[in-house]
């Protein structure tokens, strides 16, 4: 059994019990802190927890940025704080398993937005009610549509908005204006279009990550949506559906047929092509958002590219199909939750709502290229022409299913692209191998959507 499939079937296997485990907890009912006025809280001698994801493009920042925080915490507090990291989604799931099976671990966690239903189904974390909305300094704080992914719905959150990252694409405007392109592309048959009259010699039309720990999956999704084909689809899970294998195969062949990446993108993360984009090697950076900023603005392309909505239209089409969303983006960003095992919750909604101030959000941006959750640093950047492209997706952006499933079915469509890797590399995923790992995929998530389910 290959690695990625052993851990799905452990993470399949885990969320059996951590169902289980939920089914005993105290999560769900709101209103679980005692502060209610946001008040001073007195931490001396405690020590928070914190989990988050490690922001691979700029790891220094990042370091810098926990001790600038665990100062100010301390300041405002008297504890400390320990931070934890986790580097890919199969890592964040494993760890949001374990702790809530065991009942012990970090008492805030920062999520990817798309883990916040799976972590939602576990019953595990603090449901924020009017007592916990205004420990965080109210919920008009926040950027209205930041919240859509917190909870299935209003009354049932557990979804703190910690920073907002619509993906967009980045071009280069020099390369674009050499080949005689005067707009970048709004339909997915002309991006390739136009990679391939921008591939020549050892410049390339696109810059990808194949192996990334977090793209792959989304440009999936994304094709899927735009063609009509949500993946799950109220009680079946649509996987192995013919508009999504379309999505593999244009996905795929980029590299394997069209020539339009360098062909070592087949190993690379996120930084990797970014690095190449910033080099001036790629006309186009698709599935990126401002939290490239920083690292273009430091580069051979500053001054030179620009961001623009990734296509809206689906391989193969002119059109979206009826139905169909022209969906410029998931949304996406980092949601914080709560513990509910936490015996210091107080604590970690004061922790949480130190790093949702304006303040702390613009510095946040201006290091790391994150769009604010705080709605009054939000307001501060909507003039940014530079971002602009950014806010626009954001407004476009189709949230994913909020189900407990999703996690698993989201681990399943990187599964697809991880065990291709050999082939990608090789220069060709054969007909047959792509529609045995969808099938084989798409019964694991079935049997994840329907446990979900019961």
Sequence with gaps: MSKPRRLGTIAAAAI???????????????????????????GTGKTLNVLMSVTAQYPQEQQAWFKEMSAKFKAETGADIQWETFASANDEMTRI??????????????????????????????????????????????????????GPDEGNQIGIPFVSRPFVMAYNTELLAAGGIEKPA?????????????????????????????DPWKYIWGMSIQAGNPIIDGSKVRLDDPI????????????????VVDPSS??????????AFAAGKAAYFPMTS?????????????????????????????????????????????????ADYSKQKDLAFAFVKMITEKDVQLNYFKVFGQLP??????????????IAPALE?????????????????????????????????SGAVSESNLSQRLKDEQTKSQTALDRAKK
């Design 16 to 42: 059996s019990v951590l169902m289980l485990a939920a089914c005993g907890g105290s999560g769900g009912t709101g209103g679980t802190t005692s502060g209610a006025s946001g008040g001073k809280v007195d």
């Design 97 to 150: 398993q374990t702790s809530v099976v065991s009942g012990q671990g970090p008492d805030v966690y920062g999520l990817g937005t798309t883990f916040t239903p799976t972590a939602y189904s576990t019953g595990a974390f603090v449901k924020l009610g009017d007592n916990e909305w205004n420990q965080l300094g109210g919920k008009d704080k926040f950027v209205p549509a930041a919240l859509g992914i917190s």
């Design 186 to 214: 709004t339909t997915w048959d002309e991006f390739t279009e136009h990679a391939k009259k921008l591939t020549t010699g050892d410049q390339y039309g696109v810059a990808v990550a194949y192996k990334d720990n977090f």
């Design 244 to 259: 999504t294998k379309k999505a593999y195969e244009t996905y795929f062949g980029w590299v394997t047929k069209d020539k």
């Design 266 to 275: 087949v190993g690379w993360a996120n930084p990797q092509a970014l690095a």
């Design 290 to 338: 401002p939290l490239s900023i920083p690292a273009l603005d430091a580069s051979a392309v500053k001054g030179k590219y620009k961001y623009a909505l990734m296509p809206t239209v689906p391989p193969g089409e002119t059109s979206n199909p009826s139905g169909a969303k022209p969906a410029t983006s998931i949304l996406s960003g980092d949601n914080l939750v709560v």
């Design 373 to 386: 959750a705080n709605q009054a640093a939000a307001t501060e950047l909507a003039s940014n022409e530079v």
């Design 393 to 425: 997706s954001g407004a476009k952006s189709v949230a994913t299913p909020f189900s407990g499933a999703w996690g698993d079915v989201q681990l399943s469509l990187t599964n697809v692209v991880v065990q291709s890797i050999p082939d990608l590399s």
